[in-house]
């Protein structure tokens, strides 16, 4: 076989960037609306306008960055009918990991609540965010279908973009860290049918209170 040239490691200077736009995006740091510029981020950057050209096409397949005339590229603003239609699909795939996670008797790690508890105490909201979507994770993967985790992971970004935005003026819902107990003790417990049926419930009741007070945002700023 012929020589190939060697490939010398280097971090992705494309998906470091569009880590980093995503989490600004996400964490409500980027507001909706605003302006996105390659020569303005590669500056703040350090880096070539190349990678954040590549990583600001990637966010725009996303949907999170939009197009805006003249103005250029911008922060896309969080639709409540789209964070209310995933929540609607989120409900039927958590209520299946949870279902799948039961009856294959996982034990998932109670320790997880504890965290999340304590995130919502530090009141630092992307350690919030981070502790929900660790805590369904695992249950995705203790469901034994990798297809569950990835058909919730492509929505995320909507998600925690939905989160960022409600938690910084109406903070967590009192009840969501008990629900998820709820939810770990009835999958650890191996009842299938409860663990779906809490899981489901938690994911509807969630949407709805998202959607209801994105609505109530947009109101309010009109």
Not at 40 to 51: G, H, I, K, T, Y
Not at 91 to 102: E, F, K, N, Q
Not at 104 to 130: C, L, N, W, Y
């Amino acid at each position: 076989m012929a020589a190939l040239e060697r490939i010398e490691f280097a971090p992705d200077l494309t998906e470091q960037v569009y880590q980093r736009l995503l989490d600004a995006i996400c964490s409500g740091e980027l507001a909706p609306g605003a302006r996105l510029t390659q020569e303005e981020l590669a500056a703040s950057f350090d880096v070539s306008r190349q990678p954040v050209l590549q990583a600001l096409r990637l966010l725009k397949k996303d949907g999170v960055v939009i197009d805006s005339g003249r103005r250029g590229l911008i922060v896309a603003p969080v639709d409540p009918n789209l964070i209310g239609q995933l929540y609607e699909v989120r409900s039927v795939l958590d209520g299946l990991a949870a279902r799948r996670a039961a009856l294959a008797g996982a034990k998932i790690d109670p320790s997880v609540i504890d965290r999340g508890r304590k995130a919502v105490t530090g009141g630092r909201i992307a350690a919030m965010i981070d502790a929900d979507i660790a805590f369904h994770n695992l249950i995705y993967a203790a469901a034994d279908n990798p297809l569950i985790g990835e058909s919730a992971g492509r929505h995320w970004h909507h998600i925690r973009r939905a989160m960022g935005a409600v938690l910084q003026t109406a903070g967590v819902r009192a009840s969501v860290w008990d629900e998820h107990q709820a939810i770990l003790e009835a999958i650890n417990a191996g009842d299938a049918g409860r663990a779906e049926q809490l899981a489901r419930g938690h994911c509807e009741a969630a949407g709805h209170a998202l959607s209801a007070r994105l609505m109530e945002r947009g109101r309010a700023a009109s």
